[in-house]
């Protein structure tokens, strides 16, 4: 199976605990660093069409920011309703370039499928862009 790997961000791009939200060939993928190491994901809820990077990232799980539901960053899985389907995972690589600088690239080639609205207020949301 052809790997599609694609440059998505050096490495000093994203402190721990930070995402980035990537268009690539028509995935929409949101890149997360979890303690260094790097996951990737479908950006998109699977229980509303609703992009995951504007919720919150809390440890190795993004929680939708219309519904609350949780997705673990490494198997895709819901965690709690009232998302009940999985979302795609991707297979991330860090290469290593010009002296220190490293890339993540996670890859499309190879991809897994493995909400009134409620609003945690430890988590800033954007509703608005929601809406539009």
């Known amino acids: 199976m052809n790997h599609d790997y694609f440059p998505a961000a050096a490495t000093d791009e994203l402190a721990p605990g930070q995402m980035k939200q990537l268009d690539h060939r028509g995935h929409r993928i949101l890149l997360a660093n979890v303690d260094g190491q790097y996951l990737a994901v479908e950006n998109n809820c699977s229980h509303e069409d609703v ?21 673990d960053l490494r198997s895709g899985k819901p965690l709690e309703e009232p998302a009940d389907e999985p979302i795609r995972t991707y297979a991330v690589k860090v290469e290593s370039f010009a002296a220190a600088r490293k890339i993540v690239r996670p890859v499309t080639g190879r991809v897994e499928k493995n909400q009134p609205q409620h609003f945690g207020s430890d988590c800033p949301m954007a509703a608005e862009q929601i809406a539009q």
Do not use: A, K, Q, V
């Not at 992009?51 to 997705?71: A, K, M, Q, V, W």
């Open 51 to 71: 992009p995951l990077h504007l919720g919150c990232l809390e440890g190795d799980r993004i929680r939708c920011s219309l519904h609350g539901s949780r997705f």
